[in-house]
């Protein structure tokens, strides 16, 4: 095949926002189709399932999976079976067990499974992960908060159970600090705040530890204007600051460095050289960390979620 011929499940706003237009771009992908129960994207065949996708094009090559994460698993499952190369948005599942059963299928057919973590593609994440290596840490502060009405309007999927609630963006974070670290970030302490019409937390904070060193982290859903998303960095040779979601580094009082974004040009370049080795890359670093939040940490009550 001389391009990859793609099709996207799930066409909701991340899909349409990110991955219509980077596939645009990619002169290595062909967007062949589409699948939503419910919407439809011009230009491109339309179908209402998986089920009818895989049946209505039979040499489609990959799928790329950006639906909500309750409902990822069975869609991935399907497409792999088919012998189709998949790559999943974050996260990469609903549960951690759904992701070893993916990747224990995706090895069986030898083909490409790739589970995304768009921040780690940031302009600033590889220089400050290449500076730490070469540091000693001394400690962590990360605020990661926006206003969850401007950023997921409308998606009741995110307040269900499985479908994250504040740790959808939070997991951001984790999947920066996973990479950048030089250890194991084990969590001590969580504390999430529950609406109480809600199966997903609001907001929260985690207690972690690298190299046994303090990293804090505060998440919240309810912040007005602006988004924070900020990694404060001590070290023993001078404070680093990622900002702007991986976008920005500070190195001591310099100035500030900035890079346009390439995220999503950035994973269907990874994707495309995985389908062509038919290789996998899934790291569940982050899903662990939440799984761990989610299992040890102490829940309160908070007033109801209005939309």
């Known amino acids: 095949m001389s391009s990859i011929r793609i099709a996207l499940v799930g066409l909701g706003k991340i899909a349409r926002a990110q991955h219509v237009p980077a596939l645009a771009a990619d002169e290595g992908f062909e967007l062949v189709a589409a699948a939503s129960p419910n919407q439809r994207l011009d230009g491109v065949p339309n179908f209402p399932s998986i089920e009818a996708l895989l049946a209505g094009l039979p040499l489609l090559d990959a799928v790329a999976i950006c639906t909500p994460p309750q409902v990822r698993y069975d869609i991935a499952r399907l497409a792999l079976e088919h012998g189709k190369h998949v790559l999943l948005e974050k996260p ?18 030898r083909v490409a499974l790739f589970a995304t973590w768009h921040s780690r593609a940031a302009a600033a994440v590889e220089p400050t992960r290449r500076l730490l290596a070469e540091r000693r840490l001394a400690g962590v502060a990360v605020t990661w908060k926006e206003d969850v009405r401007v950023w997921h309007p409308g998606q009741e ?14 997991i951001n974070a984790l999947s920066l600090l996973t990479l950048v670290l030089p250890g194991p970030l084990i969590l001590r302490d ?3 705040a529950f ?21 804090h982290m505060e998440m919240d859903f309810r912040q007005p204007g602006p988004p924070s998303w900020d990694i404060n960095i001590a070290t023993a ?9 991986g976008a920005v580094l500070q190195v001591g ?3 500030p460095v900035e890079a346009p974004d ?8 990874t994707f495309g050289n995985l389908v062509w080795a038919r290789r ?9 960390l939440v799984a761990d939040a989610f299992l040890c940490g102490r829940r309160t009550i908070v007033e109801p979620f209005l939309p």
């Open 237 to 245: 040779e001078g404070p680093i600051r990622l900002s702007k979601g």
């Open 195 to 215: 609406p109480s019409n809600c199966e997903a937390p609001i907001a929260g904070s985690l207690e972690m530890q690298c190299n046994g060193k303090p990293v």
């Open 92 to 109: 990469p599942g609903a549960t951690l067990n759904e992701v070893h059963s993916l990747v224990e299928l995706a090895e069986r057919r």
């Open 253 to 255: 009082h310099d100035a």
């Open 190 to 192: 969580a504390r999430l």
């Open 280 to 288: 996998i890359e899934v790291d569940c670093a982050p899903l662990r």
């Open 262 to 269: 390439r995220e999503y040009a950035k994973l269907y370049e």
């Open 157 to 170: 999927w995110i307040w269900k159970a499985g479908g994250l609630g504040v740790f959808d963006p939070g």
